[in-house]
C-alpha cells in the first residue's frame, strides 16, 4: 500500500551500491527503515538526507515487513542554518545521537512528533543559543516517560537522579548540587523562546548535561551511552 507520511530522518546506512537505507521517524507510523534508490548517485538529490532533516516521504508499507521500499522522498522543511552554522551541527548531531538511542517508538506519536518538528523548526530560525540542548534534554524527558516530579520542588532542594524527584538532603549518591537543581527546575517551566533569560555558565552547562544523561541512563534500562556531547562540549568552549 502507497503511504504518504512526514518525517524526521534519524540515521542513514550505506545499501548495495548506490543505495542508502533510511531510518526515519514518521508522524504516523512512529520509525520506519526505508530503502531509498539511488540516494548516493553524483546526481542524487537526496544529499539532504541528514540527520533530523524534515522529509515528505511516499513509500510502500507493508504490514509483514520491516524494510519498506520509497517511491519519492522530499523536503518538508527545509533549514535555513542547522546543517550549515558549525555549532548549530554540534549541536544537532548531539541531539541525534540522544534521540536515535532512546527513540523506540514502532507506533505513531503525534505529540512527540509535534515536539521534535516545532523544536527543531525554531532551533533552526532563531539565532544560535548555547543552551538549547540543555533546554532539550529537560523538556524531551516528557515524551519519553522521565519527566522530572516538579512539584517536589523547594529553593536550596537538590534533584535525587535516581529518584527522579527534588529533595532536601544532599548526602546521598547521584545527587546534583542545589545551584543546578535551581536552574534544571527553572529549565523544566521554561518555553524555548524564553532561553535567552537564563544565566549559566560554560563549566555548569557542560555539568549538568553531564547530570541529565546519567539521569537518562538510570531512568531509561538499556539506553546506549551517549557520547557526542564531549565534542560539543569542545566546539561551546572555543
Known amino acids: 500500500m502507497l503511504t504518504s507520511d512526514v518525517g524526521i530522518v534519524l540515521r ?33 538529490r537526496h544529499s539532504y538526507l541528514q540527520p533530523l532533516s524534515i522529509v515528505l516521504v511516499e513509500y510502500y508499507r507493508k504490514p509483514s515487513k520491516d524494510l519498506y521500499l520509497c517511491k519519492q522522498i522530499s523536503q518538508e522543511e527545509p533549514f535555513l542554518t542547522a546543517h550549515t552554522d558549525l555549532l548549530k551541527q554540534s549541536v544537532m548531531m548531539f541531539l541525534n545521537e540522544l534521540i536515535y538511542k532512546t527513540l523506540k517508538e514502532e507506533t505513531g506519536d503525534p505529540h512527540l512528533f509535534k515536539f521534535l518538528y516545532k523544536f527543531l523548526v525554531a532551533f533552526d530560525h532563531q539565532d544560535f543559543n548555547p543552551n538549547s540542548h540543555v533546554w532539550f534534554l529537560c ?58 533569560e537564563l544565566k549559566i555558565s560554560k563549566d555548569e552547562r557542560k555539568t549538568l548535561v553531564r547530570e541529565l544523561l546519567d539521569y537518562y541512563a538510570t531512568q531509561m534500562d538499556g539506553m546506549k551511552r551517549v557520547n557526542s556531547h564531549m565534542i560539543l562540549e569542545e566546539v561551546l568552549s572555543e
Open 139 to 196: 523538556h524531551y524527558s516528557k515524551f519519553m516517560g522521565i519527566f522530572p516530579d516538579i512539584s517536589s520542588y523547594s529553593p536550596n532542594y537538590c534533584f535525587n537522579i535516581q529518584e527522579g524527584c527534588f529533595e532536601p538532603s544532599t548526602q546521598k549518591p547521584n545527587v546534583v548540587n542545589a545551584r543546578l537543581s535551581g536552574v534544571l527546575y527553572s529549565l523544566l517551566g521554561m518555553k524555548f523562546v524564553a532561553l535567552g
Open 12 to 44: 542513514t546506512i550505506k545499501y548495495g551500491e548506490s543505495s542508502n537505507i533510511a531510518h526515519v521517524f514518521t508522524q504516523e507510523h512512529g520509525v520506519i527503515a526505508i530503502i531509498v534508490k539511488g540516494a548516493r548517485k553524483k546526481k542524487s
